[in-house]
């Protein structure tokens, strides 16, 4: 599933991370485990697993809150 990703120099840590997220359908805000981050070709942030909302079930709705933004930009700085 990462193998597009030959040129990345990753130093991150590869430990599952969850993410805050909050739904754009129901508004529901819900941690979701999305496994290893990665930046695809064009540098676009995308996850392992696709989050999948536990309280409507919709996916690709899903809006990153504050705290899932923070999380993921200490993870992009190599800080976690
Ligand atoms: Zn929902």
């Given at each position: 599933?990462?193998?597009?990703?030959?040129?990345?120099?990753?130093?991150?840590?590869?430990?599952?991370m969850?993410v805050n997220?909050?739904?754009?359908?129901?508004?529901?805000?819900?941690?979701?485990?999305?496994?290893?981050?990665?930046?695809?070709?064009?540098?676009?942030?995308?996850?392992?697993?696709?989050?999948?909302?536990?309280?409507?079930?919709?996916?690709?709705?899903?809006?990153l809150t504050e705290m899932g933004q923070s999380i993921l930009t200490m993870w992009q700085m190599?800080e976690i």
């Amino acid at each position: 599933m990462l193998t597009h990703s030959p040129g990345l120099d990753n130093q991150h840590n590869t430990h599952n991370m969850i993410v805050n997220f909050k739904c754009g359908s129901c508004n529901h805000v819900y941690n979701f485990e999305i496994g290893t981050p990665v930046l695809d070709k064009s540098f676009k942030l995308a996850f392992e697993i696709n989050p999948v909302c536990p309280g409507c079930g919709a996916r690709d709705k899903e809006l990153l809150t504050e705290m899932g933004q923070s999380i993921l930009t200490m993870w992009q700085m190599g800080e976690i």
